[in-house]
C-alpha cells in the first residue's frame, strides 16, 4: 500500500531525511560521488530545518535557502541555531553549487564532509526526538 505524506507533518519531513542520511553514510563510507553527497546533506538539512520549523508552526515555504531557514528558526529556538550556524554555512552554497556549473569547485574535503554528515545526523536525531515533545 502506498505511504502518504504531508508537507504540514514534520515526521514525514524526517522519513525523508532519513532516507538521505542512509545513501550519504554509505557514500561518505565509500569516498564515492563528494560533490552530489554534499549537496545531497545540504538538502537533508534543509528538510530537518523545515520539519523543526512546522513542529513550531511556520507556514512552509518552499525554499532551499539554509540561511533563510535557520533564520526563520532562531526565532524559535536560538540555542539550537547557534550549534549549528557554522554547519548551516558551510552548506548553504552546497545545494547549488555542488548540481550545477559555472560555479568553482574545491577539491574533495571527505573528513570535513564527515563532520558535516555528524553534525547533521546529531540535528535529525534531536529533532525527531522533539516530535514526542510540544513546542513550549
Not at 48 to 63: C, D, N, Q, Y
Not at 76 to 84: K, Q
Request: aromatic residues 10%.
Amino acid at each position: 500500500m502506498p505511504r502518504k505524506t504531508e508537507s504540514s507533518n514534520p515526521a514525514d519531513w524526517l522519513f525523508f531525511v532519513g532516507e538521505d542520511l542512509g545513501l550519504i553514510g554509505l557514500s561518505i563510507e565509500r569516498e564515492l560521488y563528494f560533490l552530489p553527497s554534499q549537496a545531497k546533506l545540504a538538502e537533508a538539512l534543509e528538510k530537518i530545518l523545515k520539519a523543526e520549523l512546522i513542529r513550531w508552526g511556520w507556514p512552509l515555504e518552499r525554499i532551499h535557502d539554509l540561511r533563510r531557514l535557520a533564520s526563520a528558526l532562531r526565532q524559535f529556538d536560538p540555542e539550537l541555531v547557534a550549534s549549528i550556524d557554522s554547519v548551516c554555512e558551510d552548506l548553504a552554497d552546497a545545494y547549488f553549487s555542488d548540481r550545477y556549473p559555472g560555479f568553482d569547485l574545491e577539491d574533495p574535503d571527505w573528513p570535513t564532509l564527515r563532520a558535516q554528515f555528524a553534525a547533521v545526523t546529531a540535528l535529525a536525531a534531536e529533532i525527531r526526538r522533539r516530535l514526542v515533545s510540544p513546542p513550549l
